[in-house]
């Protein structure tokens, strides 16, 4: 069995996000250093908080500030920070109940190591040098030996517009493997052959293969060289130019059943006007230099194929 | 809720499970590669074709693979064409077998196949899992799944319920038992390791694992006749609390306790428990939700300690404990499933075999 194969995958994506009357106020508030709670219909006051009480779903709109110093009530060291999170050097997660809050913050805590913190210890927010509207504006927490501090005693006015959407990065590095069956199908094509896999039940053979009879749900092993030529069995012009696609418009897009498939692949048809295309017209592919897979197929000059040889393949 | 409450529904019962090997990595498998072997265990169990199941359900998180619905070509492992009834959760397969026993109940199909899987192996998981949290004040900061698990467990011990030598029994506990579970990932004595994140120690955390899962469901009689002694499901209910971390108690685990009143837990003794506690803690915080003292037999498979297959270790609860009755070495079995961080949602389904 060849060597699956792997490759780095990263799935990154800026989410943009609107925000709600309430955590609007919030993400506003601590761009000017002002940490605002909500509060409950029973008295309670929520930080972060929500547009909705969490016990009885009533929509909360009462802003009120707390203080930008608290006591923590749960803690845990981490001593590898890891990529995104609030500090490079190890320091504590921490959920922080703020002076004048019934719930708590989570955070970080930068602090010099697990024996400096305790639960039920005072700290005080850390603001971010640039703010910008998000929970990151407050850079993190730090100890703190002195008062209390006022509800809304650090604010720093602005005249920036009220915030009210947020942009939150996200990357995921994966390492991609295939899986045995495609991973076949790919070291094939790198020397310009097209394998397929054989269902033992229904005798369809699959390209490219996934391990598995979709139809009669068993494993297929059985590989079966297919084509190279094939036929066209349906196809589309494109008139319209995809942004980055080194394609002249209009052409055409084909489903082509390769000599020996049980169904058809995609494939772009060059060699021939894209008016002279049509289903049944016989095909092969067309290899550019140090590609991955076909650059198209053009016509073979055969007669077309029949309709009733291809028709189950549409 | 429970069959009580509804009078004149179906029985409806788990009549077959199966489940593979968990390991740490499975390049060589694309997710149906993985999953087909269990599909065919599962149906070979009954004797059914996947043309005579009537309702297909499945669990999975594209976010393991990083692929967009990649569940869709987990599909061709079930043999999708003729067209079948079909419906997906992203979410543990547990919640896939909730889904399927409604329809069951509605009396639209007389069997179902739940299926989940979970490959964690090509991403890093704990990053992963940081994409479910509250997208606007917690998963900026990126809080991993081990640490948000630390806070509970630091949570435990300020309360005053654990300290770090309690939370190593447990793990050891779990890989001990676990020798008997030749699908189970850490088997045997596994060093407490060092903090991941302080009080939780590489031995209070989950192994990172790949694997899939399947149960079949049938209602009534079609049930005795698929299995000789059906795991009758009695009562099942899922809660779900707070989105918040620092509004709720994490010493406490108050939807798995009021989700096992409403299954009906509470109405008699269980003799077995099978637990979704992916850390040490957790274990901890369930026994105490859903008052299990000694004579509860808790995670005879070795648990999610032992392994871990993201999406599929809730169903692997809910087929241990049916796999006991189904051998007759239970009578009574609660099973529990659990996802989001800090136990945010639960699921208990309370199984009963015939009376012998």
């Keep these: ?129 640039n703010r910008t509207g998000a929970i990151t504006d407050i850079a993190c927490f730090e100890p703190h030996d002195g008062e209390p501090g006022r509800p809304g005693g650090e604010r720093q006015e602005s005249d920036g517009e009220r915030v009210t959407g947020i942009v939150a990065p996200a990357r995921l590095d994966y390492t991609y493997s295939p899986g045995r069956a495609q991973s076949a199908y790919i070291e094939a094509l790198s020397t310009r052959r097209t394998v397929g896999e054989r269902c033992p039940s229904c005798r369809k053979v699959y390209v490219p293969p996934r391990g598995a009879c979709p139809t009669c749900g068993v494993p297929t092993a059985e590989q079966v060289e297919v084509g190279p030529r094939g036929t066209v069995t349906t196809f ?18 084909a489903h082509i059943a390769l000599d020996g ?51 189950e393949l549409l | 809720m429970t069959r ?23 390049d060589e498998l694309s997710e149906v590669e993985m999953l087909m072997p269990v599909l065919h265990s599962v149906l070979d169990r009954t004797g059914l ?76 998981l704990r990053d992963v899992l ?23 467990a630091q949570a435990l011990i300020d309360a005053g319920e654990a300290d770090e030598s309690a939370l190593a029994t447990i793990g050891t506990r779990s890989r001990r038992v676990a020798t008997l579970n030749s699908h189970a990932q850490l088997r045997g004595t596994v060093p407490q390791g060092d903090y991941a994140v302080r009080p939780l120690r590489t031995g209070d955390c989950p192994p990172v694992g790949d694997g899939a899962a399947a149960v079949i469901l049938a209602a009534g009689e079609r049930a005795r006749e698929l299995c000789s002694r059906p795991a009758w499901i009695r009562g099942i209910d899922h809660r779900i609390e707070a989105h918040s971390l620092g509004v709720r108690d994490l010493t406490d685990s108050p939807s798995t306790r009021l989700a096992a009143e409403r299954a009906g837990v509470f109405e008699r003794p269980v003799d077995t428990a099978e637990l979704h506690a992916p850390f040490s803690a957790q274990e901890i915080v369930l026994r105490k939700a859903l008052r299990l003292d000694d004579s509860v037999r808790v995670n005879l498979s070795g648990g999610a300690l032992a392994a871990n297959p993201m999406m599929a270790a809730g169903l ?11 051998r007759g070495e239970s009578d009574r079995a609660l099973a529990h499933a659990t996802s989001g961080p800090c136990l945010q949602q639960n ?5 009963e075999g015939d009376a012998r």
């Design chain 1, 236 to 253: 589309c012009i494109v008139n319209i130019k995809a942004k980055n696609l080194d394609i002249e418009v209009p052409y055409v897009y």
């Design chain 2, 347 to 351: 699921l208990v389904a309370v199984l």
């Design chain 2, 49 to 124: 074709k996947t043309a005579d199941i009537g309702f297909t359900c499945s669990g999975s998180s594209d976010y393991l693979a990083g692929r967009a619905f990649s569940f869709t070509l987990a599909l061709d492992g079930v043999g999708a064409w003729p067209p079948i009834s079909e419906s997906h959760v992203e979410m543990d397969g547990a919640w896939a077998l909730y889904e399927a026993w409604t329809k069951l109940l509605t009396g639209d199909a007389d069997t179902a196949l739940v299926y989940s899987y979970g490959k964690s192996s090509p991403g890093s």
């Design chain 1, 1 to 129: 069995m060849p060597e699956v194969l792997k490759a780095p995958l990263v799935v990154e994506f800026p989410f943009t996000r609107s925000l709600g009357p309430v955590q609007s106020a919030f993400l506003t508030g601590l761009r000017e250093r002002l940490v605002l709670g909500v509060r409950t219909a029973d008295g309670r006051t929520l930080v972060p908080p929500v547009e909705y009480d969490p016990v009885t779903a009533e929509e909360l709109h009462e802003l009120v500030e707390v203080a930008a110093t608290g006591t923590v009530t749960t803690w845990a060291w981490n001593h590898a920070p890891r990529r995104g999170q609030p500090l490079a050097t190890p320091f504590a997660w921490v959920l922080v109940r703020l002076d004048g809050a019934g719930t708590a913050l989570l955070h970080a805590l930068d602090a010099p190591g697990p024996d400096a913190v305790h639960t039920g210890m005072r700290v005080r927010i850390r603001w971010a040098e």
């Design chain 2, 4 to 26: 009580e409450e509804t009078p004149g529904v179906r029985d409806i019962a788990i009549v077959a499970f199966a489940q593979t090997d968990v390991l740490r990595t499975t």
């Design chain 2, 130 to 152: 940081t994409r479910q949290l509250d997208p606007y004040y917690v998963a900026p900061l990126w809080p991993d799944s081990v640490a948000l698990a630390a806070l509970q």
């Design chain 2, 316 to 326: 692997i609860r809910m087929g241990e404990a049916a796999a006991r009755i189904h």
């Design chain 1, 261 to 311: 498939a049980g169904l058809a692949l995609h494939g772009r048809i060059g060699g021939i006007p894209y008016d002279q295309v049509r289903m049944g017209l016989r095909v092969e592919p067309v290899w550019t230099d140090g590609a991955r897979y076909p650059d198209h197929y053009r016509p073979t000059g055969e007669p077309d194929a029949d309709y009733d040889a291809y028709k």
